[in-house]
């Protein structure tokens, strides 16, 4: 596609479930981003995938949260046991090559709900 | 650590006039990137403008220009000539070696 691809659009989840959330970046981006937004607050970082490089996942706020980059395209990012604080937006970035150098493209977000 | 710092959490303008939105930003890196980024309420992030650290020309894209200031660490976005769609939040990000960071943000209204 011509952007970053975001799915679901929307989750709703009972406390406790697991919850899968994939990005799909521009292709030939090789950096992936992986950002928090809670209700009119800021982007807080959670992971950065950058080519065949380890991860930075200095972000992920507990070992509840984990993510993957397969082939180093498609990401997903995973929640285990979901907490009534886990909802929040999370958006997907990419960008062209490493570091932050270039414009970093967003997906439109999946706004994640827990009841 | 890199930081990213937006001091005003809202802001105001009347259309036509001219706003300015300020950040400030801390880190270790010489060759560095900074950005500011449009949210509107579609949630879709757009990219307002760009400044490359090692530039002394502040940079500008129509009614959007930045005032960048190296040895304070400080990136102030000005907006001329304010417009209804100009509406939105307004983020400050930071990048460089690592991942990009974000300040908090500031919500940007116009009044008509």
């Known amino acids: 596609g011509a952007g970053v691809s975001q799915s679901p659009s929307n989750k709703v989840t009972e406390k406790g479930k697991d919850v899968e959330l994939r990005c799909d970046p521009i292709?030939?981006?090789?950096?992936l981003y992986w950002y928090r937004q809670s209700l009119g607050q800021g982007l807080e970082f959670l992971i950065y995938?950058?080519?065949?490089?380890?991860?930075?996942k200095s972000g992920l706020p507990s070992d509840r949260f984990s993510a993957e980059r397969t082939g180093g395209s498609v990401s997903t990012l995973t929640i285990q046991r979901t907490q009534q604080e886990d909802s929040a937006v999370y958006l997907c970035?990419?960008?062209?090559?490493?570091?932050?150098?270039?414009?970093?493209?967003f997906g439109q977000g999946t706004r994640l709900t827990v009841v | 650590a890199q930081t990213v710092t937006q001091s005003q959490p809202e802001m105001s303008v009347q259309e036509a006039e001219t706003v300015t939105l300020s950040c400030t930003y801390d880190?270790?890196?010489?060759?560095?990137?900074l950005f500011w980024y449009k949210q509107p309420p579609s949630r879709q992030m757009i990219l307002v403008i760009r400044?490359?650290?090692?530039?002394?020309q502040n940079a500008t894209e129509n009614r959007f220009s930045v005032n960048f200031q190296k040895a304070a660490k400080s990136f102030s976005l000005k907006i001329s000539d304010s417009q209804l769609g100009d509406a939105a939040m307004y983020f400050c990000?930071?990048?460089?070696?690592?991942?990009?960071?974000f300040g908090k943000g500031t919500k940007l209204s116009v009044k008509p």
């Open positions: 292709s030939g981006h090789t950096a």
């Open positions: 400044q490359e650290a090692y530039k002394q």
């Open positions: 995938f950058q080519g065949n490089s380890a991860p930075d």
């Open positions: 970035a990419s960008s062209l090559r490493g570091g932050a150098y270039t414009e970093a493209f």
């Open positions: 880190t270790s890196e010489s060759d560095y990137y």
């Open positions: 990000a930071q990048g460089g070696q690592g991942n990009l960071i």
